[in-house]
């Protein structure tokens, strides 16, 4: 029997390209879920941060804050902020480059991840946040006998 458990993970960032791994957080709530083998779901509601996967390691991280300044800087004009004068129009473009969500298979109670890969959530507004991300975990519960 296919279930549906949502959780949330709360996550307090700097803004400007912070890059917070959530593997051992996501991982956590699965050990604790009691699925044995299904999909983890997580979406960030908002339009100013994203969701990949990464080797998380801090030459990567400086490569992506350099790509991400070199393709899509924070200093030039945006429609957006002439619109709404917030300044975080590059933070608007930079996540829909990305995307909001990952879905993630599990076996075995354990992520299908790579060996090196980790899961990460990017923040790109121009200010602190406090975000509350959505966690659905989908799938067969273990059997429990007695």
Do not use: C
């Amino acid at each position: 029997m296919m279930n549906i458990e949502s959780k949330t993970l709360e996550i307090s960032s700097q803004g400007f390209n912070d890059i917070i791994d959530i593997t051992s957080e996501l991982r956590e709530m699965l050990s604790e879920s009691g699925f044995e083998e299904g999909q983890l779901f997580v979406f960030v509601p908002g339009s100013t941060a994203a969701l990949t996967t990464v080797e998380f390691e801090p030459g990567l991280e400086k490569d992506l804050k350099e790509f991400f300044e070199e393709w899509i800087p924070m200093n030039r004009r945006y429609h957006h902020n002439e619109t709404w004068h917030d300044g975080n129009g590059y933070a608007h473009v930079r996540a829909s480059m990305l995307k909001p969500s990952l879905n993630i298979p599990f076996k075995d109670n354990r992520l299908s991840l790579g060996t090196w890969q980790q899961v990460v959530f990017i923040d790109f507004d121009n200010r602190r946040r406090h975000r509350n991300l959505v966690i659905q975990i989908m799938g067969i519960k273990r059997q429990l006998f007695e």
